[in-house]
């Protein structure tokens, strides 16, 4: 079974382990001199059916996929995940489910959009359905299945919460959380608990939740709701709003809240993480929502456990603490709309020479921001924004832009700093996805950027602003040479950053030895020297479908498996999905 080490042979959950630290560690042929050789190059091209909208997993030799949309489920309306030999590219498996058009996700996706997660003999993955699936690894039949949405008739499934307010004119719970699977001693049994987030950040009037659950039964073992109900008090596992509850008494193990809540929202879009020296797990969160006013409080600072860490007792699901992304951290006063969609990381700084070693937490947010906080009492430690300013210290109109409303169906529009920091809006241009770390040198790289289709710019500004940044994990200062730009760039990575209007760092990048891999919106797969920034390689790996401002592309990042690179993509034509296999000849 993978531990949770940073020497990683299987990438066997999303971003490698437990701490999401995105490293395959060292017991690979992946180098700077390798990489840059002829001999790495594309290996196979799989044509899946249907969109990959997540990172694979690849597993003793064979990758684990979920489609976003699978044209083997009737009319297209659900999903599939895959399972396929990494050396002949070859299906072995494959599960299928419909679902009803109205249970997809808010973006219109049926199937799945996470990275399974793969232990024990048994694939584990949520669908948008907000179904949480649990196959066997060898032929991925069904072993068993707990709807997180709909309360279950199963009563053995301790599963009561029916999330479905609003759905008649907003989007219902969803799944998008990369099932977190820990096998933890209990009573002197090892057994598997299976943590994942179900929330839909743009319903307001939906209640978020952390489901702990028996990972051989499918039965609920607790439910956190990090929708605060009282100011300045943690709730309490197992309380439950009257709400969710569809008329029906709550079950024994449960309790309920029959006031109002500080606030709504606070999803869980990302994969929970867990560090077993601390016995914590710390969830994302996404931004607040109210039924009287959608956009109310959707800045920095923001009311209840909204756009921070949450950290709950992994074991017990009691509350521990929460952090907040500090509202220094927002590229504009004006931001809205402030989810953290990025997993937590966690990594150890310090423990040379006269400076003692301490475990920490970070995450990047929409916003521009990143934080990094103590993993033993989340305290904050340090936190800056990732978005460039001019060489003076002044904001870049391009970056960050809020039309004034009369603009905001405009293309492209002319947008100054003054109106900018006077109309609200939403911040696409930072982290929307995980950091990768690299122990050696210290360093953390965040990809920067998301969607690139809204209209008041094609994703990032590509003259000013990298795809990914690299910065120095205890600092959060640029790790990377710079040049005498104004703003600075990188100095050694060439065009490849600064090239393509909107070409966005949408994903998660995956570090192998001294070698740091990222995708893009473009869609493409680069490979830079860890050191410095050198480009090594890089590949186009599908076009965009179209869109109204640039193109609509998604590779959501790149999973390492000794020689080989694997990542999924949704682009135009070939039913809209492939996976691409690099390696070494």
Not at 30 to 50: C, M
Not at 52 to 64: C, K, M, Q, R, T
Not at 480 to 506: A, H, Q
Request: proline share 7%.
């Amino acid at each position: 079974m993978p531990d949770s080490s940073e020497k990683i042979q299987n990438w066997f959950m999303y971003h490698g382990g437990y701490s999401h630290g995105g490293n395959a560690g060292s017991d690979n042929p992946l180098t700077s001199t390798t990489v840059a050789s002829p001999q790495f190059k594309l290996l196979k091209r799989i044509q899946t059916n249907g969109p990959v909208l997540s990172v694979p997993a690849v597993v003793d030799g064979f990758i684990y996929v979920g489609l976003a949309n699978s044209h083997n489920a009737p009319g297209s309306v659900g999903g599939s995940l895959q399972k396929y030999e990494l050396d002949t590219g070859k299906l072995v498996a494959e599960f299928t489910w419909p679902i009803a058009v109205i249970d997809r996700d808010s973006h219109g996706f049926t199937g799945v959009g996470c990275t399974p997660t793969i232990i024990n003999g048994l694939v584990y993955f949520i669908g948008f359905n907000a179904k949480l699936y649990c196959l066997r690894q060898s032929d991925l039949s069904l072993v068993w299945t707990t709807d997180l949405r709909y309360a279950e008739k199963d009563p053995h499934k301790n599963q009561p919460t029916t999330n479905t307010i609003g759905m008649a004119n907003y989007p219902p719970a969803a799944g998008w959380s990369s099932p977190l699977v820990v096998n933890m001693t209990i009573d002197g049994v090892s057994t598997p608990r299976v943590f994942v987030g179900v929330g839909e950040g743009e319903n307001p009037y939906l209640y978020s939740f952390i489901f702990c659950l028996d990972g051989y039964s499918g039965n609920v073992v607790w439910i956190y709701c990090t929708c605060q109900y009282v100011a300045g008090k943690p709730n309490a596992v197992n309380q439950l709003p009257r709400a969710v509850l569809n008329g029906e008494e709550a079950p024994p193990m449960y309790t309920v809240f029959d006031g109002t809540p500080v606030t709504l929202g606070c999803s869980v879009w990302s994969a929970i993480t867990y560090d077993k020296t601390t016995g914590l797990i710390y969830a994302s969160t996404g931004q607040t929502a109210s039924p009287a006013n959608p956009n109310i409080d959707q800045g920095l600072p923001s009311k209840g456990w909204s756009s921070g860490i949450l950290a709950l007792n992994a074991l017990t699901g009691e509350f521990f603490q929460f952090t907040q992304m500090p509202a220094s951290t927002s590229y504009r006063p004006t931001d809205l709309d402030v989810d953290i969609a990025s997993s937590s990381t966690i990594y150890t700084i310090g423990g040379v020479a006269d400076v003692p070693a301490r475990k920490v937490v970070g995450v990047g947010c929409k916003n521009g921001g990143f934080m990094i906080c103590d993993a033993h009492t989340l305290d904050l430690i340090k936190a800056v924004s990732l978005l460039p300013r001019y060489n003076d210290g002044t904001q870049i109109p391009k970056i960050d832009p809020h039309p004034a409303p009369a603009q905001q169906n405009d293309i492209n529009p002319a947008v100054s700093n003054e109106v900018s920091n006077s109309n609200t809006g939403e911040n696409y241009f930072g982290p929307f996805n995980t950091a990768a770390v690299d122990p050696k040198t210290g360093t953390l790289f965040i990809g920067i950027g998301g969607p690139n289709y809204h209209s008041q710019g094609p994703g990032i500004d590509c003259n000013t602003t990298p795809f990914m940044k690299a910065v120095k994990w205890d600092t959060l200062e640029d790790a990377w040479p710079r040049d005498d730009s104004n703003p600075p760039r990188y100095k050694n990575v060439g065009l490849s950053m600064y090239r393509f209007p909107g070409e966005c760092g949408l994903s998660s990048p995956a570090v192998a030895n001294d070698v740091v891999f990222v995708t893009t919106s473009r869609v493409a797969i680069y490979a830079f020297r860890v050191t410095d920034g050198t480009l090594l390689w890089s590949d186009i790996m599908g076009n965009q479908t179209l869109g109204f401002n640039g193109g609509y592309g998604y590779c959501l990042g790149p999973a390492i498996y000794g020689k080989y690179v694997v990542a999924g993509a949704l682009i135009q034509g070939l039913n809209g999905g492939l996976i691409n296999i690099y390696g070494l000849e």
